[in-house]
């Protein structure tokens, strides 16, 4: 009986993957690619809209994983240590381009809202209209939905991948939501 690969969320079988990467395995490298490069070029494509330098990013961002598998410490999810090499060579992207990229860290926080009625908005709108809402969400917002319901991290995943605190990704992931949800009252997207 053949066993093939462990599921999608498997963090030790990423870890093997690391070790034989490590080790100058390119296949691995390779199912490494398949296992986590949709996800980490979905985040790459919140921060750009042009498609192609995701693309290059995430290339970029692969090569480095290559380079530097044996510095993984195993202190988080492969996946968020992926997607933290990512956010490091898009940012210096964008510094060579002289392109803004936001600064997590200097963004001002807004406290969340006690749910209201804009929940009710959120909870009856179709998904093209949350999707449309969404891409209107400031980057850091995007990035905090993205990697908590897109990506699958937890809330510390999440903070480790984007440098940031946890108290911080709570109120983000609490923020927009509540942006969200007014957005699509604001629309008139209630059935």
Not at 7 to 22: E, H, N, V
Not at 53 to 67: F, P, R
Not at 105 to 126: I, N
Not at 132 to 159: D, I, M, Q, Y
Request: charged share 25%.
């Amino acid at each position: 009986m053949a066993i093939g690969p462990p599921a999608m969320g498997s963090d030790g079988y990423d870890d093997q993957l690391l070790q034989r990467i490590a080790a100058g395995d390119r296949s691995a490298l390779g199912s490494l690619y398949q296992r986590h490069a949709g996800v980490v070029l979905a985040h790459l494509r919140l921060v750009t809209d042009d498609r192609g330098l995701s693309e290059e990013i995430l290339q970029d961002t692969m090569l480095a994983v290559w380079h530097g598998a044996a510095s993984y410490r195993g202190l988080s999810s492969v996946r968020s240590w992926i997607i933290a090499i990512a956010r490091r060579k898009a940012r210096d992207r964008f510094r060579r381009r002289r392109a803004r990229f936001v600064d997590q860290e200097a963004l001002v926080e807004h406290p969340a809202r006690e749910p209201g009625p804009e929940e009710v908005a959120l909870e009856r709108a179709t998904a093209e209209e949350v999707a449309s809402a969404v891409k209107k969400l400031s980057v850091p917002h995007r990035e905090v939905l993205n990697l908590v319901f897109g990506a699958g991290l937890t809330l510390a995943e999440t903070a480790e991948a984007l440098a940031i605190p946890v108290g911080t990704v709570k109120s983000r992931l609490a923020s927009a939501k509540a942006v969200l949800a007014r957005a699509l009252a604001e629309e008139g997207h209630v059935r």
